[in-house]
């Protein structure tokens, strides 16, 4: 079965960046829809950014627009997520995987067993 992989995280002063990747767990040539979200400690699991299957159209929430990005790159094989101008409130677990984008960017819709491991991002001084 098919699941991606979060790799990137870690600690970094506010206004810094970072670049997180969500790869295949093996070579696919197929491109699919893929979403970012992020869990904070005490808070619901949120939608922050995806990119479609097929043209490459782009989703971001409100808190995140104007300082993430998201692109694609190796045949579809790895989505980044890059985090510019980084807040405090940005930190949290991120996580990737298969989302319709951007109609299935609500976490609720997803069972639990399709989230990995997350990647966790800290944004403190």
């Known amino acids: 079965q098919l699941r991606f992989v979060e790799s990137g995280g870690g600690l970094v002063q506010p206004g810094g960046s970072l670049r997180l990747s969500c790869a295949a767990s093996?070579?696919?040539?197929?491109?699919?829809?893929i979403g970012w979200f992020r869990q904070a400690p005490g808070k619901e699991r949120e939608g922050v950014s995806c990119?479609?299957?097929?043209?490459?159209?782009?989703w971001y929430s409100d808190s995140v627009k104007g300082r993430f990005s998201i692109s694609r790159a190796n045949a579809g094989e790895t989505v980044y997520l890059q985090m510019n101008n980084l807040k405090p409130e940005d930190t949290a677990v991120y996580y990737c995987?298969?989302?319709?984008?951007?109609?299935?960017?609500?976490?609720?819709?997803?069972?639990?067993?399709?989230w990995g491991q997350g990647t966790q991002v800290t944004v403190s001084s």
């Open positions: 995987i298969r989302a319709g984008c951007p109609e299935g960017m609500t976490a609720s819709l997803f069972d639990s067993t399709v």
């Open positions: 093996f070579y696919t040539s197929d491109f699919y829809a």
């Open positions: 990119i479609s299957a097929s043209d490459g159209n782009t």
